[in-house]
């Protein structure tokens, strides 16, 4: 059976664990020479390298705070280094951590903001120099709260806002050069989750507004985003697609 992305280089942002991890194997799975990206845990991201590696694909992991322009353009040079131009960049990196308002502050405001926006365009502006005449495609991780935002989750809920308003801004802006779109999970049962410690009544609810009456798994969302990086998708640009069990928030 043909790979989908066979032959692609691919870099995904915050690929150390959670969505972006299985987004990358799933990307090798397919063919795609995969650069892992972490800001913080080399181990974690060595791990998932490993874990390609040992089903047969390519992989290697790069460093790199999306919040810092010079080292978003070292991990697009490595990833040429190693692999050759970039044809796919997932937008993965992101921070979710959830404030009433009256707690709000610049330091937490700019922590979400720098990450979840500003990483992705510098993220963008280094993959569109290495996509060339052939195109490329960039996926974001945004969030069903983007749309229909949360109680207390005022921040994160703008941030990926603007997601949503990014992408569907740089499909036009970016027509000819490359297809951009996004996908919105729902409730993923993550790492990230875990740690956020939210009580049982958390998950009900989240139970109750799905219509396949479960939570979401990090696999659920890397195969919709192979399918936003095939050519599957090749008449689809300035979408969101939601992943989310039918649950809107």
Not at 10 to 39: L, M
Not at 75 to 81: C, D, H, P, S, W
Request: proline share 2%.
């Amino acid at each position: 059976m043909d790979k989908k992305l066979q032959g692609k280089v691919a870099v995904v942002t915050g690929a150390s664990k959670g969505i972006g991890a299985q987004i990358a194997k799933r990307f090798a799975e397919e063919g795609a020479r995969v650069v892992v990206n972490y800001s913080h845990s080399k181990e974690a991201g060595e791990q998932v390298v490993s874990d390609i590696r040992s089903e047969g694909g390519e992989a290697v992991a790069v460093k790199a705070d999306v919040r810092n322009r010079g080292e978003v353009a070292q991990l697009f040079a490595e990833t040429k280094k190693k692999f050759g131009p970039t044809d796919i960049l997932v937008n993965n990196a992101g921070i979710y951590k959830f404030f009433p308002l009256d707690s709000i502050d610049e330091s937490n405001f700019r922590e979400l903001f720098d990450v979840n926006v500003l990483g992705l365009i510098y993220a963008t502006q280094e993959a569109v120099k290495q996509f060339g005449d052939r195109g490329g495609n960039v996926i974001n991780i945004s969030s069903v709260v983007g749309v229909t935002p949360a109680p207390g989750t005022l921040v994160y809920s703008a941030t990926k806002a603007a997601v949503e308003n990014i992408t569907r801004e740089l499909a036009f802006e970016l027509s000819g050069k490359a297809r951009v779109n996004a996908i919105a999970p729902g409730v993923v049962e993550t790492e990230g989750l875990v740690e956020l410690n939210l009580d049982e009544g958390f998950k009900q609810q989240a139970l109750a507004r799905s219509a396949v009456k479960r939570l979401g798994q990090p696999d659920d969302v890397a195969k919709a985003a192979v399918y936003l990086a095939s050519d599957d998708s090749s008449w689809v640009s300035g979408e969101t697609l939601l992943v989310s069990g039918g649950s809107r928030i």
